[in-house]
Protein backbone atom coordinates (compact mmCIF):
# COMPACT_ATOMS: atom_id res chain seq x y z
CA UNK A 1 0.00 0.00 0.00
CA UNK A 2 1.09 3.64 -0.51
CA UNK A 3 3.04 5.16 2.53
CA UNK A 4 1.24 7.90 3.89
CA UNK A 5 3.71 9.11 6.52
CA UNK A 6 7.14 6.91 7.46
CA UNK A 7 9.29 7.62 10.52
CA UNK A 8 12.75 7.18 10.56
CA UNK A 9 14.03 4.38 12.96
CA UNK A 10 13.76 5.44 16.38
CA UNK A 11 16.62 4.36 18.73
CA UNK A 12 17.00 3.22 22.20
CA UNK A 13 19.72 1.88 22.64
CA UNK A 14 20.27 -0.60 20.65
CA UNK A 15 16.03 -1.07 20.17
CA UNK A 16 15.36 0.38 16.59
CA UNK A 17 11.29 1.21 15.84
CA UNK A 18 9.29 2.33 12.79
CA UNK A 19 6.25 3.44 12.67
CA UNK A 20 4.05 4.57 9.55
CA UNK A 21 0.68 4.63 8.66
CA UNK A 22 -0.28 4.23 5.00
CA UNK A 23 -3.45 4.98 2.69
CA UNK A 24 -4.19 3.22 -0.42
CA UNK A 25 -4.36 5.85 -2.96
CA UNK A 26 -1.94 8.29 -4.59
CA UNK A 27 -0.92 11.06 -3.18
CA UNK A 28 -2.00 14.58 -4.06
CA UNK A 29 -0.81 17.01 -1.65
CA UNK A 30 2.31 18.02 -0.15
CA UNK A 31 4.47 16.73 2.16
CA UNK A 32 6.25 19.71 4.33
CA UNK A 33 9.29 19.07 6.22
CA UNK A 34 12.32 20.69 7.85
CA UNK A 35 15.83 19.40 7.61
CA UNK A 36 19.06 20.41 7.77
CA UNK A 37 21.33 21.41 4.65
CA UNK A 38 24.78 22.79 4.50
CA UNK A 39 24.46 23.76 8.28
CA UNK A 40 21.33 25.27 8.46
CA UNK A 41 17.32 24.31 8.79
CA UNK A 42 15.04 24.94 6.10
CA UNK A 43 11.25 24.14 5.17
CA UNK A 44 10.60 22.45 2.75
CA UNK A 45 8.47 19.93 0.48
CA UNK A 46 9.31 16.15 0.01
CA UNK A 47 9.09 15.08 -3.41
CA UNK A 48 7.28 11.43 -2.27
CA UNK A 49 8.42 9.62 0.49
CA UNK A 50 12.11 9.52 0.52
CA UNK A 51 12.50 11.27 -2.33
CA UNK A 52 14.44 14.88 -3.17
CA UNK A 53 13.27 17.93 -1.03
CA UNK A 54 12.53 21.35 -1.93
CA UNK A 55 13.73 24.31 -0.20
CA UNK A 56 10.88 26.49 -0.67
CA UNK A 57 11.76 29.69 0.86
CA UNK A 58 14.98 29.29 -1.62
CA UNK A 59 12.16 28.62 -4.21
CA UNK A 60 10.02 31.89 -3.22
CA UNK A 61 11.76 34.60 -0.40
CA UNK A 62 7.91 35.21 0.80
CA UNK A 63 7.26 32.23 1.40
CA UNK A 64 7.93 31.50 5.26
CA UNK A 65 11.16 29.56 6.66
CA UNK A 66 10.06 28.34 9.94
CA UNK A 67 6.61 25.76 9.64
CA UNK A 68 4.61 27.57 12.41
CA UNK A 69 4.40 30.57 10.43
CA UNK A 70 3.96 28.75 7.72
CA UNK A 71 0.84 27.41 9.01
CA UNK A 72 -0.49 30.36 9.92
CA UNK A 73 -0.38 31.96 6.64
CA UNK A 74 -2.72 28.52 5.69
CA UNK A 75 -4.02 28.28 2.36
CA UNK A 76 -1.42 31.50 1.16
CA UNK A 77 1.54 29.39 2.09
CA UNK A 78 0.26 26.31 0.46
CA UNK A 79 -0.43 28.09 -3.13
CA UNK A 80 3.05 29.41 -2.84
CA UNK A 81 4.29 25.81 -2.22
CA UNK A 82 2.17 24.58 -4.90
CA UNK A 83 3.34 27.11 -7.48
CA UNK A 84 7.42 27.00 -6.63
CA UNK A 85 7.03 22.82 -6.85
CA UNK A 86 4.91 23.46 -10.70
CA UNK A 87 7.93 25.61 -11.65
CA UNK A 88 10.14 23.79 -11.39
CA UNK A 89 12.16 24.76 -8.02
CA UNK A 90 15.27 22.59 -8.06
CA UNK A 91 15.19 19.46 -5.54
CA UNK A 92 17.95 18.83 -3.25
CA UNK A 93 19.47 15.20 -3.06
CA UNK A 94 17.98 13.10 -0.10
CA UNK A 95 21.48 11.96 0.40
CA UNK A 96 22.71 15.51 1.57
CA UNK A 97 20.43 16.47 3.37
CA UNK A 98 19.06 15.47 7.45
CA UNK A 99 15.36 15.26 8.30
CA UNK A 100 14.26 17.34 11.39
CA UNK A 101 11.16 17.04 13.54
CA UNK A 102 8.87 19.03 11.22
CA UNK A 103 7.96 21.25 14.04
CA UNK A 104 9.75 22.02 17.29
CA UNK A 105 8.02 24.90 18.20
CA UNK A 106 4.24 24.42 18.55
CA UNK A 107 2.31 26.34 21.55
CA UNK A 108 0.77 22.54 22.64
CA UNK A 109 1.37 19.29 22.12
CA UNK A 110 -2.12 17.66 23.44
CA UNK A 111 -2.33 14.30 23.85
CA UNK A 112 -5.75 11.77 23.96
CA UNK A 113 -5.46 8.82 26.08
CA UNK A 114 -7.56 5.44 25.64
CA UNK A 115 -8.72 6.52 22.37
CA UNK A 116 -8.57 3.30 20.00
CA UNK A 117 -11.47 0.58 20.71
CA UNK A 118 -9.13 -2.24 20.69
CA UNK A 119 -6.95 -0.67 22.89
CA UNK A 120 -9.22 -0.20 25.41
CA UNK A 121 -10.81 -3.94 24.84
CA UNK A 122 -6.55 -5.36 25.56
CA UNK A 123 -7.08 -3.52 28.96
CA UNK A 124 -10.38 -4.76 29.69
CA UNK A 125 -11.62 -0.88 30.72
CA UNK A 126 -14.50 0.62 29.28
CA UNK A 127 -14.81 2.82 26.03
CA UNK A 128 -14.26 6.39 27.53
CA UNK A 129 -17.16 8.41 26.70
CA UNK A 130 -15.57 11.67 26.21
CA UNK A 131 -12.11 12.23 25.69
CA UNK A 132 -9.58 11.32 28.11
CA UNK A 133 -7.13 15.03 27.83
CA UNK A 134 -3.73 15.51 29.04
CA UNK A 135 -0.65 16.97 27.55
CA UNK A 136 3.08 16.93 26.88
CA UNK A 137 5.47 19.62 26.89
CA UNK A 138 7.32 21.07 23.64
CA UNK A 139 10.50 20.38 24.80
CA UNK A 140 9.64 16.62 24.39
CA UNK A 141 9.98 16.88 20.82
CA UNK A 142 12.91 15.72 19.08
CA UNK A 143 13.85 14.27 15.38
CA UNK A 144 12.72 11.13 13.71
CA UNK A 145 15.92 8.91 14.12
CA UNK A 146 17.20 10.46 17.36
CA UNK A 147 18.24 9.01 20.46
CA UNK A 148 15.40 8.86 23.26
CA UNK A 149 16.79 9.27 26.50
CA UNK A 150 16.22 6.41 29.31
CA UNK A 151 18.27 7.73 32.22
CA UNK A 152 15.27 8.32 34.36
CA UNK A 153 13.10 4.66 33.98
CA UNK A 154 13.26 1.14 33.97
CA UNK A 155 10.00 1.15 31.95
CA UNK A 156 9.85 2.66 28.93
CA UNK A 157 7.35 1.87 26.42
CA UNK A 158 6.23 2.66 22.79
CA UNK A 159 2.74 3.75 21.47
CA UNK A 160 2.54 4.94 17.64
CA UNK A 161 0.26 7.81 17.30
CA UNK A 162 -1.47 9.61 14.36
CA UNK A 163 -0.90 13.49 14.95
CA UNK A 164 -3.75 16.34 13.59
CA UNK A 165 -1.63 19.37 13.18
CA UNK A 166 -3.67 22.97 13.58
CA UNK A 167 -3.76 24.68 10.88
CA UNK A 168 -6.62 27.71 11.71
CA UNK A 169 -7.02 28.99 15.05
CA UNK A 170 -10.28 28.24 16.69
CA UNK A 171 -12.02 28.55 20.09
CA UNK A 172 -15.70 26.17 20.66
CA UNK A 173 -14.99 24.75 17.08
CA UNK A 174 -18.27 22.67 15.87
CA UNK A 175 -17.60 19.56 14.62
CA UNK A 176 -18.75 20.45 10.89
CA UNK A 177 -16.34 23.09 11.06
CA UNK A 178 -13.42 21.23 12.37
CA UNK A 179 -11.09 19.63 9.12
CA UNK A 180 -11.35 23.42 8.06
CA UNK A 181 -8.58 23.99 10.50
CA UNK A 182 -6.41 21.11 10.42
CA UNK A 183 -3.69 21.49 8.16
CA UNK A 184 -2.58 18.16 7.78
CA UNK A 185 -1.62 15.03 9.59
CA UNK A 186 1.92 13.08 10.89
CA UNK A 187 2.86 10.44 13.04
CA UNK A 188 4.70 10.75 16.16
CA UNK A 189 5.65 8.39 18.85
CA UNK A 190 4.29 8.74 22.40
CA UNK A 191 7.03 7.80 24.21
CA UNK A 192 5.93 6.65 27.69
CA UNK A 193 7.82 5.80 30.78
CA UNK A 194 5.43 3.61 32.59
CA UNK A 195 6.78 3.83 35.88
CA UNK A 196 6.56 7.97 36.54
CA UNK A 197 3.28 7.41 34.40
CA UNK A 198 1.32 5.09 36.73
CA UNK A 199 3.55 4.12 39.77
CA UNK A 200 4.94 7.34 40.74
CA UNK A 201 4.23 11.66 41.06
CA UNK A 202 0.99 10.63 42.61
CA UNK A 203 -0.92 9.21 39.68
CA UNK A 204 0.10 12.20 37.24
CA UNK A 205 0.88 11.50 33.51
CA UNK A 206 2.81 14.13 32.50
CA UNK A 207 6.30 13.26 34.08
CA UNK A 208 6.16 9.93 32.32
CA UNK A 209 5.21 11.44 28.92
CA UNK A 210 7.07 14.83 28.78
CA UNK A 211 10.45 13.87 29.44
CA UNK A 212 13.21 15.23 27.13
CA UNK A 213 13.23 12.98 23.60
CA UNK A 214 9.63 11.62 24.47
CA UNK A 215 7.64 13.02 21.34
CA UNK A 216 9.72 11.79 18.13
CA UNK A 217 7.48 13.13 15.68
CA UNK A 218 7.19 13.27 11.28
CA UNK A 219 8.83 13.19 9.02
CA UNK A 220 6.49 14.77 7.08
CA UNK A 221 2.97 16.86 7.62
CA UNK A 222 1.17 15.42 5.07
CA UNK A 223 -1.58 18.07 4.19
CA UNK A 224 -5.45 17.27 4.31
CA UNK A 225 -6.06 17.25 0.89
CA UNK A 226 -3.29 14.03 0.59
CA UNK A 227 -5.62 11.96 2.58
CA UNK A 228 -9.44 10.55 1.55
CA UNK A 229 -10.49 9.63 4.91
CA UNK A 230 -8.21 10.27 7.86
CA UNK A 231 -10.30 7.73 9.82
CA UNK A 232 -9.21 4.38 7.53
CA UNK A 233 -5.86 4.54 7.24
CA UNK A 234 -3.45 1.88 8.54
CA UNK A 235 -0.86 2.88 11.76
CA UNK A 236 1.53 0.77 13.09
CA UNK A 237 4.84 0.48 15.08
CA UNK A 238 7.82 -1.93 14.22
CA UNK A 239 9.97 -3.17 16.53
CA UNK A 240 13.19 -4.87 15.54
CA UNK A 241 11.66 -5.72 12.68
CA UNK A 242 8.45 -7.33 14.22
CA UNK A 243 4.99 -5.47 14.15
CA UNK A 244 4.42 -5.04 17.87
CA UNK A 245 1.30 -2.94 16.94
CA UNK A 246 -1.14 -2.86 14.08
CA UNK A 247 -4.17 -1.32 13.67
CA UNK A 248 -6.58 1.09 11.75
CA UNK A 249 -7.73 4.71 12.37
CA UNK A 250 -10.86 3.41 12.04
CA UNK A 251 -10.49 2.15 14.97
CA UNK A 252 -10.72 5.73 16.65
CA UNK A 253 -13.10 6.18 19.87
CA UNK A 254 -13.35 9.96 19.15
CA UNK A 255 -12.25 10.82 16.17
CA UNK A 256 -10.62 14.03 14.59
CA UNK A 257 -14.10 16.55 14.46
CA UNK A 258 -14.72 15.22 18.07
CA UNK A 259 -11.60 15.72 19.23
CA UNK A 260 -11.56 19.26 17.89
CA UNK A 261 -14.47 19.80 19.40
CA UNK A 262 -13.99 18.71 22.82
CA UNK A 263 -10.64 20.55 23.38
CA UNK A 264 -11.27 23.77 21.45
CA UNK A 265 -14.41 24.15 24.40
CA UNK A 266 -11.62 24.75 26.87
CA UNK A 267 -8.37 25.80 25.06
CA UNK A 268 -7.74 27.88 21.79
CA UNK A 269 -6.03 25.79 19.27
CA UNK A 270 -3.67 27.73 16.99
CA UNK A 271 -1.48 27.39 13.68
CA UNK A 272 1.29 24.26 14.65
CA UNK A 273 -0.46 23.03 17.50
CA UNK A 274 -0.32 18.88 17.55
CA UNK A 275 -3.46 16.68 19.08
CA UNK A 276 -1.12 12.81 19.62
CA UNK A 277 -5.06 11.03 18.72
CA UNK A 278 -3.80 8.20 21.06
CA UNK A 279 -2.49 4.93 20.08
CA UNK A 280 -3.71 1.11 19.21
CA UNK A 281 -3.51 -1.74 21.10
CA UNK A 282 0.22 -4.11 21.50
CA UNK A 283 2.21 -1.50 23.67
CA UNK A 284 4.56 -3.05 26.34
CA UNK A 285 3.54 -2.53 29.31
CA UNK A 286 0.16 -4.45 28.51
CA UNK A 287 2.36 -8.32 27.50
CA UNK A 288 2.69 -10.89 29.38
CA UNK A 289 5.31 -10.50 30.19
CA UNK A 290 5.63 -6.74 29.31
CA UNK A 291 7.99 -5.47 26.94
CA UNK A 292 10.34 -2.65 28.36
CA UNK A 293 13.01 -1.18 25.58
CA UNK A 294 15.91 -0.65 28.44
CA UNK A 295 16.47 -0.57 31.82
CA UNK A 296 17.65 2.67 33.75
CA UNK A 297 21.69 2.56 33.06
Known amino acids: SDLLVRAASLRTFKVCTRVFMAEK ?19 GVEIGEGGNVVDLH ?24 KNALAQGAPEIPRAQIQLKAPISDPEKVICVGMNYVDHCTEQNVPVPKEPVIFSKFSSAITDPGSPISSEETENLDFEVEMVIVIGKTGKRISETDAMSHVA ?114
Not at 27 to 36: A, D, K, N
Not at 207 to 230: F, H, Q, R
Not at 234 to 262: M, W, Y
Request: hydrophobic share 35%; with cysteine; glycine share 10%.
Open 58 to 81: AADSTIPADMRTFLTQGSESIQKA
Open 25 to 43: RPRSGLRLIRFEHEGSVKL
Open 184 to 297: GFTVAHDVSARDWQLKKNGGQWLLGKTMDTYCPIGPAIVTTESITDPHNLGIRCRLNGEIVQDSNTKQLVHKTPALLAFISRFVTLRPGDLILTGTPPGVGCFRKPPIWQIGRA
